[in-house]
């Protein structure tokens, strides 16, 4: 997403100032020096995302950056807006968007999941809408090295690291107890084919 910003940064500051003055109204332009100072703003973000990733990105860099990102975008939304300029308005919108969604995404797609197997199935948050699987739609669930496996009748599979388990857990134990529910349960599975 950082690279994306950049690229945006980038390309419409470098737009922005490569407009010939005899276009540009006298109003519009301090708009030369703004597309100038984007452009090194888009260079120097792609500049930190490409060679200072891993410690920008992974500490409280990566924050500073989304804010500076949403800081240079935001006025070129207002101005644009104001001026009636829709398609950098919408550029620059569906920019802010994406990057407002990538942090969400990256704070919430850090929180512990737990999987919970019971008589119904096997309901584990944060798959979308095969959150929840019935235990006729199974066909078989594993656990081996951390790494819980579920095989759905509809040729889906779903992989899961298992960051912790309790301390009286069997792998074998729960293996079993999946089969038997599978087994019981798949009569009532009904094939869309």
């Not at 690229?7 to 276009?23: A, C, E, I, K, Y």
């Not at 807006?81 to 398609?87: A, E, N, P, S």
């Not at 090295?145 to 009748?153: A, F, G, M, P, Y």
Request: with cysteine; charged share 20%; net charge positive.
């Amino acid at each position: 997403m950082h690279l994306m910003a950049g690229f945006l940064l980038l390309v419409m500051g470098f737009l922005t100032w490569l407009v010939p003055d005899s276009v540009k109204q006298q109003e519009f332009s301090f708009l030369n020096n703004a597309g100038l100072a984007y452009s090194l703003l888009g260079l120097a973000i792609l500049v930190i995302c490409i060679f200072f990733n891993k410690k920008v990105l992974q500490g409280r860099g990566n924050f500073m950056l989304r804010v500076l990102e949403l800081a240079a975008l935001t006025p070129v939304i207002i101005y644009s807006l104001i001026q009636k300029w829709y398609l950098p308005a919408a550029y620059s919108g569906a920019a802010f968007i994406g990057i407002v969604l990538a942090y969400y995404l990256e704070k919430n797609g850090k929180k512990s999941r737990i999987a919970v197997f019971n008589d119904e199935g096997a309901h584990i948050p944060g798959l979308g809408s095969k959150s929840h699987m019935p235990w006729k739609d199974l066909e078989r669930v594993l656990m081996r090295h951390r790494i819980l496996t579920i095989d759905c009748k509809d040729n889906k599979l779903f992989q899961l690291d298992i960051e912790t388990v309790p301390g009286n857990f069997s792998a074998e134990d729960f293996e079993a107890y999946c089969k038997v529910q599978v087994e019981a349960k798949k009569h009532l599975y009904k094939s869309d084919w």
